[in-house]
């Protein structure tokens, strides 16, 4: 009995060894065939036409938080948006009259008779857009290249707080579009509540473009919390 | 202070105890120093062959010297314990079981609290720019705990043995599972699954067992929804899942530039648009630059020590190491054909990375451990078997003399005297 049970588990370790070598034939088999069948050409044709950009995009500030809970400082990321107007009147007017088919984009164009003022520089359209405003959408999606929006952060505190005092203020960044703490609070925790650059690399093929690396924005890039019962005023 | 005497006078008995039995051991070590160096060797020579694999897949990143040096020392590191496993006898493993298993198991479910968050899953213990994964750690320990139990076992009738070693493995599995870390999770369900089927189980307790997993499988499919996108890139169902799809689609790529030879100094190359190049992708980088032909030893390589693993349980193995030479085998070769299958795109992506060969601290010094067990284990049965057959062959007893032939005996004139 105790012989049979043995012969077995002898018999049982061949079969996985049987197993395994049927794996590896089929491992083999599609190596091959991907080397072999499929034409190499066509994939040729599309890695030849990669195109890749990388992206940095500066984190949020850290929140400040009191001891019961409430958030005394935060950051909201805000968009402005831009647009460069061409060096001659007649580009000028005429990309303004494509931008005017957007309906929200419309009412925000300088007049055509203010143009000749504004000719090869930057306007600002409007400024504090956030995510939900609908005009981003429309911008992404129709306007012409011209037509862009900066992202930029303002900080906020929560008003009537008794805390206030201690906050401090932070100034922007313009290199890397991060928050700086320059008083109070925000200056002694700044290594800590201070955003990180995010790289985010844009790749384009034959295929599809895709996003390579991509992160959640909980994940990295945002500066750390500080809670005021943890750290000394 | 009476009572404080007392367990300090028996610690210093029982390691004063320890250590004698280990000099015992260690004493008879000359048989075992030449297996351990030509062990050493081998491993040194295929580890350094993934370091090399790992620079030249990293051109082009920022880092790219940075990997293939840590993934150097690593390997040194490990090839140190490699040989303390080696070299220390499997009963010192059976002797302090006890705190193996608390110390493993303990570190499994800490990770959960005191661990860090890396790509979705809270797997690793970080300290100061160093990284541990305490899921590969475990293991080796495993096995021998999974051994050790099956022995200890062995009085059970066969279903309550076979219950109590799935349970056992499901809790082993249980902080696993919470981290979430799906591809380790399946890597150990492997492993169990197939000790169960060697160690005797029927086609009744096959499908007992796959039912419930089938649940669990279909229970992270409802829970995390990157496992059913990943699930749905496989399938090609589902909107837009470029994301899922890339890391697949780029390794095909690889496979199919490097075609039978490779491409070792190829300009552009494909594999700098794979992510995690020097880890969960490294077959489709290697297969990119050397070709079928050079990655073919790679598959027979992970087939080869499957083979010997088997060769060892059906050769020389006790009834303890039954099950330590199969799980090493299925643990190792079968997390090998996984990376394989899912670089070769036979698999959703799973995020397991190739023993020896893929950067990473964790697997590299896990396989070395297992290795140097399955060795020991290996000498250890060699030298029982041999030491057995001496004494079956001294307790034989002596032929009879044969009577001296006096002439004129019948037996004499037969033999013509």
Same mark, same amino acid.
């Given at each position: 009995?105790?012989?049979?049970?043995?012969?077995?588990?002898?018999?049982?370790?061949?079969?996985?060894l049987?197993?395994?070598?049927?794996?590896?034939?089929?491992?083999?088999?599609?190596?091959?065939?991907?080397?072999?069948?499929?034409?190499?050409?066509?994939?040729?044709?599309?890695a030849?036409?990669?195109?890749?950009?990388?992206?940095?995009?500066?984190?949020?500030r850290?929140r400040?938080?009191?001891?019961?809970?409430?958030?005394?400082?935060?950051?909201?990321?805000?968009?402005?948006?831009?647009?460069?107007? /061409?060096?001659?009147?007649?580009?000028?007017?005429?990309?303004?009259?494509?931008?005017?088919?957007?309906?929200?984009?419309?009412p925000?164009?300088?007049?055509?008779?203010?143009?000749?003022?504004?000719?090869?520089?930057?306007?600002?359209?409007?400024?504090?857009?956030?995510?939900s405003?609908?005009?981003?959408?429309?911008v992404?999606?129709?306007? /012409?290249?011209?037509?862009?929006l900066?992202?930029?952060?303002?900080?906020?505190?929560?008003?009537?707080? /008794?805390?206030?005092?201690?906050?401090?203020?932070?100034?922007?960044?313009?290199?890397?579009?991060l928050?700086?703490?320059?008083?109070?609070?925000?200056?002694?925790?700044?290594?800590?509540?201070?955003?990180?650059?995010?790289?985010?690399?844009?790749?384009?093929?034959?295929?599809?473009?895709?996003?390579?690396?991509?992160?959640?924005?909980?994940?990295?890039?945002?500066?750390?919390?500080?809670?005021?019962?943890?750290?000394?005023p | 202070?009476?009572?404080?005497?007392?367990?300090?006078?028996?610690?210093? @008995?029982?390691?004063?105890?320890?250590?004698?039995?280990?000099?015992?051991?260690?004493?008879?070590?000359?048989g075992?120093? $030449?297996?351990?160096?030509r062990?050493?060797?081998?491993?040194?020579?295929?580890?350094?062959?993934?370091?090399?694999l790992?620079?030249?897949?990293?051109?082009?990143?920022?880092?790219?010297?940075?990997?293939?040096?840590?993934?150097?020392?690593?390997?040194?590191?490990?090839?140190?314990?490699?040989?303390?496993?080696?070299l220390?006898?499997?009963s010192?493993?059976?002797?302090?079981?006890?705190?193996?298993?608390?110390?493993?198991?303990?570190?499994?479910?800490?990770?959960l609290?005191?661990?860090?968050?890396?790509?979705?899953?809270?797997s690793?213990?970080?300290?100061?720019?160093?990284c541990?994964?305490?899921?590969?750690?475990?293991?080796?320990?495993?096995?021998?705990?999974?051994?050790?139990f099956?022995?200890?076992? @062995?009085?059970?009738?066969?279903?309550?043995?076979?219950?109590?070693?799935?349970?056992?493995?499901?809790?082993?599995m249980?902080?696993?599972?919470?981290?979430?870390?799906?591809?380790?999770?399946?890597?150990?369900?492997?492993?169990?699954?197939?000790?169960?089927?060697c160690?005797?189980?029927?086609?009744?307790?096959?499908?007992?067992?796959l039912?419930?997993a089938?649940a669990?499988?279909?229970?992270?499919?409802?829970?995390?929804?990157?496992?059913?996108?990943r699930f749905?890139a496989?399938?090609?169902?589902?909107?837009?899942?470029s994301?899922?799809?890339?890391?697949?689609?780029?390794?095909r790529?690889?496979?199919?530039?490097?075609?039978?030879t490779?491409?070792l100094?190829?300009?552009?190359?494909?594999?700098?648009?794979?992510?995690?190049?020097?880890?969960?992708?490294?077959?489709?980088a290697?297969?990119?630059?050397?070709g079928?032909?050079g990655v073919?030893?790679?598959i027979?390589?992970?087939?080869?020590?499957?083979?010997?693993?088997?060769?060892?349980?059906?050769?020389?193995?006790?009834?303890?190491?039954?099950?330590?030479?199969?799980g090493?085998?299925?643990?190792?070769?079968?997390?090998?054909?996984? $990376?394989?299958?899912?670089?070769?795109?036979?698999?959703?992506?799973t995020?397991?990375n190739?023993?020896?060969?893929?950067?990473?601290?964790?697997?590299?010094?896990t396989?070395?451990?297992?290795?140097?067990?399955?060795?020991r284990?290996?000498w250890?049965?060699?030298?029982?078997?041999?030491s057995?057959?001496a004494?079956?062959?001294?307790?034989t007893?002596?032929?009879?003399?044969?009577?001296?032939?006096?002439?004129?005996?019948?037996?004499?004139?037969?033999?013509? @005297?």
């Amino acid at each position: 009995m105790r012989r049979s049970v043995e012969e077995r588990r002898i018999r049982r370790a061949w079969h996985l060894l049987i197993v395994f070598a049927v794996g590896a034939v089929v491992l083999f088999g599609r190596l091959a065939w991907l080397a072999h069948h499929v034409s190499g050409q066509q994939e040729a044709l599309r890695a030849k036409h990669r195109v890749s950009q990388e992206l940095w995009i500066p984190g949020r500030r850290g929140r400040i938080v009191a001891a019961d809970g409430r958030v005394l400082a935060w950051s909201e990321r805000r968009f402005r948006l831009l647009w460069r107007v /061409p060096d001659t009147l007649s580009e000028a007017l005429a990309e303004r009259t494509e931008c005017a088919q957007i309906q929200e984009l419309a009412p925000l164009l300088p007049a055509a008779a203010a143009l000749p003022t504004c000719l090869g520089r930057e306007v600002v359209l409007e400024h504090d857009l956030t995510l939900s405003d609908d005009i981003l959408h429309s911008v992404s999606a129709w306007a /012409p290249a011209t037509v862009s929006l900066h992202a930029y952060f303002v900080r906020q505190t929560l008003p009537g707080a /008794p805390e206030s005092a201690l906050l401090g203020e932070v100034e922007l960044d313009d290199e890397h579009g991060l928050e700086r703490g320059v008083s109070g609070l925000e200056k002694r925790y700044d290594q800590v509540l201070r955003g990180r650059l995010v790289c985010l690399r844009m790749i384009a093929d034959g295929r599809q473009a895709m996003v390579m690396d991509e992160k959640s924005e909980g994940e990295r890039g945002n500066g750390d919390d500080i809670h005021l019962g943890e750290v000394s005023p | 202070m009476a009572t404080i005497f007392i367990l300090a006078r028996l610690a210093h @008995e029982k390691v004063t105890a320890e250590a004698r039995a280990i000099r015992r051991d260690l004493g008879n070590a000359t048989g075992r120093l $030449h297996v351990y160096f030509r062990l050493v060797a081998l491993l040194l020579a295929l580890g350094s062959a993934g370091c090399l694999l790992i620079q030249s897949a990293t051109r082009g990143m920022a880092s790219q010297s940075c990997f293939s040096r840590l993934q150097m020392v690593w390997l040194l590191f490990g090839l140190t314990f490699l040989g303390a496993c080696f070299l220390f006898p499997r009963s010192f493993y059976k002797r302090h079981l006890g705190i193996i298993l608390s110390l493993v198991y303990g570190l499994l479910w800490g990770v959960l609290l005191f661990g860090t968050k890396i790509q979705g899953a809270r797997s690793w213990y970080r300290f100061h720019g160093f990284c541990m994964q305490p899921s590969e750690l475990a293991k080796p320990a495993f096995l021998i705990a999974f051994a050790w139990f099956w022995k200890w076992a @062995e009085k059970w009738p066969f279903q309550a043995r076979f219950a109590a070693g799935a349970l056992f493995a499901g809790l082993w599995m249980l902080p696993i599972i919470l981290q979430p870390d799906w591809g380790t999770t399946m890597i150990y369900a492997l492993t169990t699954l197939v000790l169960l089927y060697c160690l005797g189980m029927n086609w009744r307790q096959v499908l007992a067992v796959l039912v419930p997993a089938l649940a669990g499988i279909s229970w992270a499919l409802a829970r995390h929804p990157y496992v059913r996108r990943r699930f749905m890139a496989f399938f090609g169902t589902g909107g837009d899942l470029s994301a899922v799809c890339w890391q697949a689609m780029q390794m095909r790529d690889c496979l199919i530039k490097g075609g039978w030879t490779g491409g070792l100094f190829a300009e552009p190359s494909s594999f700098v648009y794979v992510p995690y190049r020097y880890n969960d992708s490294i077959f489709a980088a290697a297969a990119e630059l050397l070709g079928v032909a050079g990655v073919l030893p790679l598959i027979l390589l992970c087939l080869g020590w499957v083979g010997y693993c088997c060769y060892l349980a059906g050769r020389h193995a006790s009834r303890w190491t039954y099950p330590v030479y199969l799980g090493a085998g299925v643990m190792l070769s079968g997390q090998a054909f996984v $990376h394989l299958a899912v670089n070769l795109g036979l698999m959703p992506t799973t995020g397991i990375n190739l023993p020896l060969i893929s950067y990473g601290g964790s697997s590299l010094l896990t396989t070395l451990l297992i290795i140097g067990l399955v060795e020991r284990c290996a000498w250890e049965d060699k030298q029982e078997e041999a030491s057995s057959m001496a004494i079956a062959v001294v307790s034989t007893p002596a032929p009879r003399e044969k009577a001296p032939l006096v002439a004129g005996t019948p037996l004499a004139l037969e033999n013509g @005297e």
